[in-house]
């Protein structure tokens, strides 16, 4: 089995200052672990993923994740929000056994203030 | 643009009724992910086909169904709706040659039950 859990409903950030969402996931096997963004009435964009390699993985929008093994985790990172990042996030993963279908977590709601 | 196409974008119908929910991959994807989001749920996956067989099932009702036909296209069938049917149904895909493993997502359709 596998699953993803994000711990908040909502990050509350100024414009200007960094953002951290976080995600945690349990997975049989080498996690592939994603970030998508969800604008209102909108479907599911990729940000970022991370396969296998470096721990930091670069994505759109000037987003990035660290890949942390031993606490299972890959938080979503910007080291400086803006009002138009507000949006909702969600973190998958996917193990890489056979069963290739990605596993969602909650989504967190990312909210920018000018 | 994912490259994925989903139709209709809005849909409403009765309880009992049965509607079909068309989706067009990414040129050269051959795998078509139907996932569901409702609010109390979240994501939930339902149905991969990968070249036209089943490659994965999740937590999809028996009063739905879905196929993926020689173009690639795929249609999920609901029948016996229920209010509870109401939801945002996303299609995904991946699997071009080459491509990266990250799925790529329609804007969905919205089917609302009433």
């Known amino acids: 089995a596998q699953s993803v859990a994000q711990p908040e409903d909502q990050v509350n950030v100024a414009e200007g200052n960094p953002l951290t969402v976080k995600c945690t996931y349990s997975?049989?096997?080498?996690?592939?672990l994603f970030w998508y963004v969800q604008y209102p009435n909108r479907g599911l964009q990729f940000l970022l993923k991370?396969?296998?390699?470096?721990?930091l993985v670069k994505g759109s929008y000037g987003f990035e994740a660290e890949f942390n093994k031993s606490q299972t985790s890959f938080h979503l990172k910007k080291p400086s929000a803006l009002v138009s990042d507000s949006a909702l996030y969600f973190c998958?993963?996917?193990?890489?056994?056979?069963?290739?279908?990605?596993?969602f977590g909650s989504g967190t709601r990312l909210q920018v203030q000018p | 643009d994912s490259g994925v196409t989903q139709t209709p974008k809005h849909l409403i119908t009765a309880t009992g009724q049965r509607v079909t929910l068309r989706c067009s991959p990414r040129?050269?994807?051959?795998?078509v992910y139907w996932y569901q989001q409702s609010l109390d749920q979240g994501l939930q996956f339902l149905i991969q086909?990968?070249?036209?067989?089943?490659?994965a099932k999740g937590n999809i009702l028996e009063r739905f169904s879905a196929q993926q036909f020689p173009d690639l296209h795929s249609e999920l069938n609901l029948s016996s709706l229920e209010l509870g049917d109401s939801a945002l149904y996303f299609c995904?895909?991946?699997?071009?040659?080459?491509?990266?493993?990250?799925?790529?997502f329609g804007q969905g359709t919205r089917l609302t039950v009433v």
């Open positions: 995904a895909s991946s699997g071009r040659t080459g491509g990266g493993t990250e799925a790529f």
């Open positions: 040129s050269g994807d051959l795998s």
């Open positions: 086909y990968y070249n036209g067989e089943e490659r």
């Open positions: 997975v049989s096997g080498n996690p592939y």
């Open positions: 998958a993963v996917r193990d890489d056994t056979g069963r290739r279908a990605l596993t």
């Open positions: 991370y396969i296998t390699g470096d721990n």
